[in-house]
């Protein structure tokens, strides 16, 4: 994530898309250790086939699609809950291991982790 500073502590967010296309951006949390950073993504009602994850030259990019069907025999008297686009990108300038990503969507919440290089983690210098 963007290295966090007293002046500046979030990551930068932007959206993007065709300009047909309406994304939401949805609503996340950064968090850090000393071994990795965690992003955590609200997406309600999305499925984890729905979701797309990208990672390259340092930009973290997520789509997501929030379906909406009415199964079979069943007809919509009334709706709120649309079809829904999301999508966020989040600016890395941390040296992170894009390799040992992981991703896990559940009740909801898509959660992040992108691991610290090892190059990168603090380590105490013995003095000879």
């Known amino acids: 994530m963007n290295t966090c500073t007293t002046s500046n502590c979030a990551p930068a967010s932007t959206r993007?898309?065709?300009?047909?296309?309406?994304?939401?951006s949805p609503r996340?949390?950064?968090?850090?250790?000393k071994d990795a950073y965690e992003v955590r993504v609200e997406l309600p009602g999305v499925r984890k086939g729905d979701v797309n994850l990208n990672f390259e030259r340092g930009l973290l990019t997520l789509?997501?699609?929030?379906?909406?069907?009415?199964?079979?025999?069943?007809?919509?008297?009334?709706?709120e809950l649309n079809r829904l686009n999301y999508g966020l990108q989040l600016k890395?300038?941390?040296p992170v291991d894009d390799a040992?990503?992981?991703?896990?969507l559940e009740d909801g919440v898509l959660t992040l982790t992108l691991p610290v290089k090892e190059a990168a983690k603090p380590r105490a210098i013995e003095i000879a």
């Open 16 to 24: 993007t898309a065709p300009a047909a296309e309406h994304l939401v």
């Open 28 to 33: 996340y949390d950064v968090r850090s250790s």
């Open 92 to 94: 890395v300038n941390a």
């Open 63 to 79: 789509r997501a699609q929030r379906q909406s069907t009415v199964q079979e025999g069943w007809k919509t008297l009334h709706r």
């Open 100 to 104: 040992a990503f992981t991703a896990k």
